[in-house]
């Protein structure tokens, strides 16, 4: 046989192509590019992962950030207490508002509080505020007087007209001590009874006049009242920053838009903040006792269903003497004040 005729026999390094050092390389080539492929895969899909969630998150959180109940309560609830607006800051998977209010005092803006307001992006809502009071005992004047915890500032107290109290402060003498102190003030002043919504331009007008306290209590929570005052020893009054009523204080406006016709756009503007805010949100509970008290015979809210039992007055002591010794004025309160220049 020739040996052209036998047949070749691979070698025993082409046999075990496993040891092979090629096969080896190649192996780990194959394995670099897979581990490569599958780290790009990962990072991929992380980033796209994250990107979704950050995208659901910021919307959830805009979402919930979007409070616009709580500034249409705002606008009924507090007298003569504006919201000055809302800074917001984003720390990771959470929303942080910053909220502040103000008093308008004559023409002069007075902080009163600042409400902060944290929205994770999972779970409820927390609120903080640096409002309040802290109650002081006069003896000069024979009451508890609340101070403002953020400025220091006395708060007004409002005296329903259907309630027998001990005292009925006049602190509209303080208008004459004032006089000549470069000082501007607010006064709480309650009627001795209640008016409609259009008898208040005819009784006295809107000149200086920032807020109109409605009444929002019912014959029961009246005489609940009158039993606390029994077994606590001493008047319930009613704080101004936990009173219904409308403002009124945008005197641009006044000089534009005859006060008859501002009263009742303002009167229209609270019924429809109530009947909207007594149906769904965060006010809905407080907005709907305040809707069942407010309505009419008809289960509706019009402003001809506002009774009006106060206002709060601001300025200086010439603007406020004008509202010195009014008959139906039944008690007036101070309030805040501020340096007119």
Known sequence: MSDKEKTELPNEEEINFVENDSFHNTLKKT???????????????????????YLGGSFMLQSRIND????????????NIENNGTSYFYPAFS????????????????????????YPMFGPSTLTSTGGGTGVFSEEEDRTIMYNNEN????????HPQVNYKILPNNLELVDEIRNTNTLAEFALSFDKSYKLDEINEL?????????????????DLKELEEDFKVIGHEITHSGDSVYGINVSTAN?????????????????????????????DYKLPAKELFDVLKGEDN???IE???????VVTGDADELSRFQNLDFVRASTLGATTPKY
Do not use: C
């Open 68 to 79: 616009y109940d709580s500034d249409f309560y705002d606008r009924i609830k507090g007298a």
């Open 152 to 159: 220091g500032e006395r708060v007004m107290d409002f005296y």
């Open 95 to 118: 929303a942080v508002a910053y909220t502040s209010y103000i008093k308008m005092i004559g023409d002069r803006p007075l902080v009163w509080e600042t409400k902060v307001k944290e």
């Open 253 to 281: 406006l006044i000089k534009e838009i005859p006060a008859e016709e501002l009263i009742t756009q303002r009167g229209e503007e609270f019924v429809s903040h109530v009947t909207n805010l007594k149906d769904s949100g």
């Open 31 to 53: 394995r670099r590019r897979q581990l490569l492929k599958y780290s790009i895969i990962g990072v991929i899909t992380t980033a796209v992962v994250l990107f979704l969630l």
């Open 300 to 302: 509706n809210l019009t």
């Open 204 to 220: 006295i007008g809107l000149e200086n006049v920032n807020w109109l306290w409605v009444d929002s209590y019912s014959d029961e």
């Open 305 to 311: 269903d506002l009774h009006i039992i106060g206002v």
